[in-house]
């Protein structure tokens, strides 16, 4: 079986001891699903170099806070159309995560196929991974537009599910994975679902609506993949409580890692957080792990 770590949003609780337990594990890959800084591109890019130490093969896709400035989020938040317009700085701090990440690739409306043996993209894949939408601000929205229209064409949530279901068609993989910053719509509204809404009751389900449309069609012709990963809606809820972090339906196993802070205390000793999952053609095992 493939052996991925899977790292939920991990502002700024990532250090050089991570490092070390990751290069010494038995994981054949590392997938991280974004949410590097607390608030500044200059931790964006601090834990991005940190990262770069990782010696396994690593994928990453960018959050809502990475490479994003302040304004930018605000604008998210409040719907302000000023705040919202494009960030011509916006495509340079990408490059510069892109670069602090070293041999880590920076995923986003991509196919990354990999094997174990020859690595990334070498013609051979024993298991493609499709990035979905980068940046993604969870909800009807697409977070960042000016700048994902810009880079990828992407003008609305349907444009960007047929760019993720033309992916999940192009792959040849025996195995697909679908890497996200944000999980889909169609897994409940509930505050406590895996990515319902908690911070607002009236917005219920707060997934990605073009990722669970890509999703539906690709299952329609026997596409789809087999693990989505995502994180962004935390585990520990606004008010009190616990996400349900770990969904199987219909075949497909959808995992939300963001355990938030991944580095905490427990009885006095310091626990760190990843997900484990295993799987072949037709068999996934999901824990979480606390080193």
Request: aromatic letters at 6%.
């Amino acid at each position: 079986m493939i052996k991925i770590a899977g790292i939920g949003d991990i502002h700024t609780a990532f250090d050089e001891e991570d490092v070390r337990l990751f290069n010494e594990s038995d994981y054949d890959l590392i997938l991280i699903c974004g949410d590097l800084p607390g608030r500044s591109h200059k931790q964006t890019v601090q834990i991005g170099s940190i990262l770069s130490g990782l010696q396994k093969p690593a994928l990453m896709i960018p959050g809502n806070h990475d490479s994003t400035s302040v304004l930018q989020l605000l604008g998210e938040i409040t719907g302000s159309a000023r705040l919202k317009r494009e960030d011509p700085r916006m495509e340079g701090r990408v490059q510069e995560l892109k670069e602090a990440l070293g041999a880590i690739q920076m995923g986003g409306y991509k196919l990354h196929g990999f094997h174990r043996k020859h690595g990334w993209d070498s013609g051979e894949s024993e298991l493609d991974i499709i990035t979905a939408r980068p940046h993604s601000m969870g909800g009807p929205d697409i977070g960042f537009q000016p700048y994902i229209e810009q880079q990828f064409g992407i003008q609305s949530q349907q444009d960007s599910a047929q760019c993720i279901l033309s992916l999940m068609r192009q792959s040849k993989a025996p195995v697909r994975l679908v890497l996200a910053h944000n999980g889909p719509t169609g897994l409940g509204s509930h505050r406590n679902d895996i990515w319902g809404c908690d911070f607002d009751p009236d917005r219920g389900d707060f997934g990605d609506p073009d990722l669970e449309v890509a999703i539906r069609e690709a299952a329609s012709s026997n596409q789809s993949p087999l693990v989505v990963l995502a994180g962004h809606m935390h585990h520990a809820l606004k008010g009190g409580g616990q996400r349900t972090w770990y969904v199987e339906k219909e075949g497909i196993h959808y995992v939300n890692a963001a355990r938030v802070p991944r580095i905490f205390r427990e009885n006095g000793e310091k626990r760190r957080h990843h997900v484990r999952i295993e799987l072949d053609r037709t068999d996934v095992h999901v824990e979480q792990i606390l080193w």
